[in-house]
């Protein structure tokens, strides 16, 4: 499948089947903490990057083959969903195929504009986030297109959680020193009692970011957090459970969610295991496709995670 992965573990919505319109790595913010590397398409214009038919196409395999075995349907992916011009059409789509509800993982920067609204507020989920609370910082961490302003975006925020009737959850991803001061998380949080989202859930970069000197904070941040915020939710674990793979060829699949992002090496065993396929085959098959220079080895924060190479 080119455009469909998973059902794969997600943090915030159990088991996930990712619907990715998205080429890697297209994009109108490159921000710092990315796990999918630079953006090498960065744009802000909106079109079809490849036919909705083939995408609808191979929505229907998966959603059959699948049935009932996710919890969501989730628009995400290698870069963001909403420049997808059609991405209307597929949530409507996905919506005929299956009961399941619809989610739509975003950056947030396209809510203010018309067309997106009307499109998202057929999904049952959205998930923007709000990174900084202030253009500055917003530039500094998201390094968004010129043509995104910060309060129009936020006004953008704002108006659509006003019409929309679903669940908007806002993640904050939490950097050392770069947006964990009380003084800058106030910023965010007078943002977010403008916007009211039903949800604040807090990320730290479990995975490797785009720029190495991102780090995770450190645990004193946790009463900043809790004075600042009151309710929130911690989402700073890693996924439990095994992805999903269509067939037996290691490296297609491998490549096919490493796309989506980098992933610690005990999971990818997890995943691949079986009984004719032991956890030795798996990391000789990792080892050969390194020498080919196809996916490469990353230590971060202790663990050893894999990626594509760049
Ligand atoms: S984290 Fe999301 S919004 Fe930021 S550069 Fe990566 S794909 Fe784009």
Known sequence: MK?????????????????????????????????????TNFTNERKDFSPKEEIIKEMEESINLNKN??????????????????????????????????????????????????ELIFSDVVLPTLDAGDEKLFIKINRPHPSIK???????????????????????MLMKGINDSKEELLKIKNKLDL?????????????PPT????????????????????????????????????SSNFEMELKNLLERHPMKQEQIIETFYSKKFKEQDILLQLNILASQNKIKKVNYNNQTFWKLTS
């Open 211 to 246: 720029e190495s000197w991102v780090q995770i904070p450190d645990k004193s941040v946790i009463p900043i957090l809790n004075d600042v915020f009151g309710e929130y939710n911690n989402i700073n674990f890693p996924e439990r459970g095994k992805f999903s793979v269509f």
């Open 150 to 172: 910060f309060e129009k975006m936020i006004q953008g925020y704002i108006d659509f959680r006003k019409e929309f009737k679903g669940k908007f959850w806002i993640e904050i």
């Open 3 to 39: 455009y469909i992965y998973g059902p794969v573990p997600s943090r915030r919505l159990g088991n996930s089947l990712g619907i990715d319109p998205i080429p890697s790595k297209t994009c109108n913010y490159q921000c710092i903490y990315c796990q999918l590397g630079k953006t």
């Open 69 to 118: 075995e996710f919890d969501y349907i989730t628009f995400v992916g290698s870069g963001e969903p909403t420049l997808y011009k059609s991405l209307g059409d597929l949530i409507l789509k996905a919506k005929e195929l299956s009961e399941k509800p619809i989610c739509v993982i975003t950056n947030g920067s396209l809510l203010y504009h018309e067309d997106v609204k009307d």
């Open 195 to 207: 916007i009211k989202p039903d949800r604040i859930d807090i990320n730290v970069p479990i995975r």
